[in-house]
């Protein structure tokens, strides 16, 4: 009897150990499924304020969806050589995707297409040049420059003298949105005056700006970087305690740092052109787990607007400037 007793739990135990090991079994097997997904987001230069609110678009997706995102920042902006090195050793690494913006909208195209045979990769901002159509998430950057010029334009900007900074045309958002403004510009008649030969390291990007505007007589000028806009803005205001007229110059530009939006309420900023960088990076996490697990999503355009120094308090806007208060 007491044999038989000792069988049955013997047996009782057996069975109680069995479906534990089910159990685990059954939610390694479901943790597997659901996956941890490595991805490495490749920037276009240092890391710098103006990522901030795409990265808050980047870190809300992955604590929703199981990621673990790796931001990887170039030691010198907009090198194209550096950014190639950089995706290969994070295909090594055993990335399952990479979130690029390309520096160079020709340079980049063949590294990046070596890479998608590989692993899924999603660009980010701009583009390059390619036969295939590839994932992307960007606002459309032409129409952003079409409508910072028809700002311009509204605040009777049609027969004056125009400095426009050309940077980094070699990068397809900042091309399009130059192409975009030169479109709706070249119907005016305004005189522009071209600074293509402007140092693109931050540190200079203020002294190069003073000099311009020192040296040229200019009622507005526009630029398609948010540094260099940072730059100009700064240049102004330290002139502007100098020499009076240089305080009526009006500066147009693109971007959403916090120095961008202090020089936009002091006034120093006419107006400047943002997209939705939240959702670029939301988006961006999303459609590089898409990718992974081998399913079709579309290309996402991102919506941009020009916000200025009566709009900029409009509760829409502020979701768009400081897209994670409340």
């Known amino acids: 009897m007491r044999r038989k007793r000792k069988q049955t739990i013997v047996i009782l135990l ?131 420059g079409i409508s910072l010029a028809e700002e311009m334009v509204s605040n009777g900007k049609i027969k004056s003298n125009i400095a426009i900074i050309k940077n980094n045309l070699e990068c397809s958002s900042i091309k399009e949105r130059y192409d975009g403004f030169m479109s709706v510009m070249d119907k005016t008649e305004n005189n522009y005056i071209l600074w293509e030969e402007v140092d693109d390291k931050q540190v200079t990007h203020n002294n190069e700006a003073k000099k311009l505007l020192e040296e040229n007589n200019v009622d507005a000028v526009v630029t398609f970087d948010s540094d260099m806009l940072e730059g100009v803005a700064q240049a102004k205001r330290d002139l502007s305690s100098i020499n009076k007229d240089k305080a009526y110059i009006e500066i147009y530009g693109t971007g959403s740092t916090s120095r961008i939006i202090s020089f936009l309420e002091d ?28 399913k079709n999503i579309n290309n996402s355009t991102i919506s941009s607007t020009v916000i200025n120094t009566k709009n900029m308090y409009s509760e829409e806007n502020q979701k768009l400037l400081f897209p994670f208060v409340r």
């Open 14 to 144: 057996l069975l109680v150990v069995l479906s534990f090991l089910l159990l685990l079994s059954d939610t390694l097997d479901h943790e597997k499924d659901k996956g941890i997904y490595n991805i490495s987001i490749i920037t276009t230069g240092k890391n710098s304020e103006g990522l901030m609110i795409m990265k808050q678009g980047i870190d809300q997706a992955s604590s929703e969806m199981n990621v673990n995102v790796s931001f990887v920042t170039l030691s010198e902006d907009n090198n194209y050589i550096e950014q190639t090195e950089l995706i290969a050793r994070e295909i090594k690494n055993r990335a399952d995707a990479i979130i690029i913006s390309p520096v160079d909208y020709d340079k980049m195209a063949e590294p990046i297409e070596n890479a998608m045979k590989n692993i899924p990769v999603i660009l980010i901002e701009s583009t390059v040049k390619s036969e295939h159509v590839l994932p992307s998430i960007s606002c459309n950057n032409y129409k952003l």
């Open 267 to 294: 006034k120093v900023i006419s107006a400047t052109a943002i997209q939705n960088e939240f959702n670029i990076g939301y988006l961006a996490v999303k459609t590089a787990i898409y990718k992974i697990n081998g």
